[in-house]
């Protein structure tokens, strides 16, 4: 692998922690989290994501690791990143508020890494690009941005179904 194939990982994990940590902030702020809360799982969520497309990025030289491997290792991170932030925050983690967190996690990542792939298929190989900015013009970078544009998306959604407060909605309100 050349330097710049590193430089061109390097900038699609940059990027997937981008969307990875943006998309979370955006879930918390549509489902009404302010102040510290606002920015709760932000880290873990980059992290995951930068994982993941970290993964999916060397699967090529790692023997054709798949989306569940990608998924399982970005879940480990999330959950990870998140656990050690609710300990830092002075809360009680329990096993089973783990074992729940990261469930979640590893289904959200790999419904978004399964629903990207059928989307936006990648072929086995790597690419080889010609300049730094290639990472973001040839099929390959592109695919795997947009896989973790669609997966961050995914997860932002599953996150903000779970922290919205439903019962200020009114539901009988909207059928009147």
Request: one cysteine or more.
């Given at each position: 692998m050349t330097a710049l194939g590193v430089w061109a990982i390097i900038g699609i994990v940059s990027a997937a922690v981008v969307v990875g940590g943006g998309a979370q902030l955006v879930s918390n702020a549509l489902a009404g989290e302010t102040g510290s809360d606002l920015w709760r799982g932000v880290?873990?969520?980059?992290?995951?994501?930068?994982?993941?497309?970290?993964?999916?990025?060397?699967?090529?030289f790692t023997g054709g690791a798949s989306l569940a491997f990608a998924a399982?290792?970005?879940?480990?991170?999330?959950?990870?990143?998140?656990?050690?932030?609710?300990?830092?925050?002075?809360?009680?983690?329990?096993?089973?508020?783990?074992?729940?967190?990261?469930?979640?996690?590893?289904?959200?990542?790999f419904a978004g890494n399964w629903i990207g792939y059928k989307l936006i298929p990648?072929?086995?190989?790597?690419?080889?690009?010609?300049?730094f900015l290639s990472v973001f013009t040839k099929p390959y970078g592109q695919k795997i941005l947009l896989q973790t544009l669609i997966g961050g998306g995914f997860s932002a959604g599953v996150n903000f179904v779970r922290k919205f407060d439903w019962s200020s909605v009114g539901w009988k309100k909207m059928f009147q």
């Open positions: 880290a873990g969520a980059a992290m995951g994501s930068g994982v993941n497309a970290l993964a999916l990025c060397l699967s090529p399982g290792l970005g879940a480990i991170a999330q959950t990870g990143a998140d656990t050690i932030e609710t300990l830092i925050r002075g809360e009680e983690v329990s096993l089973w508020g783990l074992a729940l967190d990261f469930g979640l996690n590893l289904a959200t990542i990648t072929n086995t190989g790597w690419f080889k690009p010609q300049k």
